[in-house]
């Protein structure tokens, strides 16, 4: 989680997201698969989106087909736990990650998406339901939520 916290420092601060950073874990050795941060890559892009889209990328595919290529497990840390709806009317990353849940088992989050934009996140009870478990690592919350308001207007 640190790691994935040191990524979201990286993202251009702004007033109307969280600046994220996420990465996949291969579960059998623990290497990291993929990394990314909040608006990493074009296109208004949130940090677990990122993930996937420079993994689809590695394998010469869409985020859609990602689930053919991949086939070790793998767990997904993101600082802020996966948006369920988005502002901009993207597609969320709750339905992102379930799209790959055939090799994505578990996702642990560092704090729970603050209501600021959507009010509250019912996205941990969607991905628990889909199968995929969904764990908060406590102790980092004050630095990750800093870091993810940092574009936001103080007071
Ligand atoms: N988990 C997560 N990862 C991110 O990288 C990110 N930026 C958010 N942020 C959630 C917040 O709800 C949305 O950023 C707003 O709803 C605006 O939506 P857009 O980001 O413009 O699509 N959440
Ligand atoms: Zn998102």
Redesign the pocket.
């Known amino acids: 989680m640190r790691y994935a916290l040191a990524l979201a420092d990286k993202s251009p601060p702004k007033p109307?997201?969280?600046r994220?950073g996420a990465i996949l874990v291969k579960l059998e050795d623990w290497s990291i698969t993929a990394a990314g941060y909040?608006l990493e890559l074009p296109g208004?892009t949130?940090?677990?989106e990122c993930c996937l889209l420079k993994l689809a990328e590695q394998h010469s595919t869409t985020e859609e087909k990602l689930a053919d290529f991949m086939t070790s497990p793998h767990v997904l840390y993101?600082t802020?736990?996966?948006?369920y709806k988005?502002?901009?009317g993207?597609l969320p990353?709750v339905e992102r990650v379930m799209r790959q849940k055939a090799w994505i088992q578990k996702v642990y989050i560092g704090v729970l998406?603050p209501e600021t934009?959507?009010g509250p996140n019912p996205g941990r009870r969607i991905l628990e339901e889909a199968g995929i478990d969904v764990s908060h690592v406590p102790g980092l919350e004050d630095e990750i939520l800093k870091t993810a308001t940092a574009g936001h207007v103080s007071g």
């Open positions: 109307t997201n969280f994220v909040t208004n949130h940090a677990e993101t802020v736990e996966p948006c988005r502002l901009s993207k990353c998406e934009f959507v």
